[in-house]
């Protein structure tokens, strides 16, 4: 059961991973906020189900980068 939750997580990492990366490359504006969304959202349901450090290494991170996205 572990192997597969391990492999769920990677594989939604390396998702969101692939938005962000393709959002700098392709400079897409609504590529960047939907995959900065995403990881703050992310973080919020990983602090909520497994630890609040989450929410301070993967949410706020996301959010001042979609704060900076949006005033550039």
Do not use: E, H
Request: hydrophobic fraction near 60%; glycine fraction near 12%.
């Amino acid at each position: 059961m572990s192997r597969g939750l391990g492999l769920n997580q990677s594989l939604y990492n390396g998702f969101l991973t692939a938005g962000r990366v393709w959002g700098l490359l392709a400079d897409n504006f609504g590529a960047k906020v939907f995959f900065l969304v995403c990881v703050a959202i992310a973080g919020i349901v990983g602090a909520a189900t497994a630890s609040r450090r989450i929410l301070f290494v993967q949410t706020v991170p996301a959010v001042l980068a979609l704060l900076f996205v949006l005033l550039a």
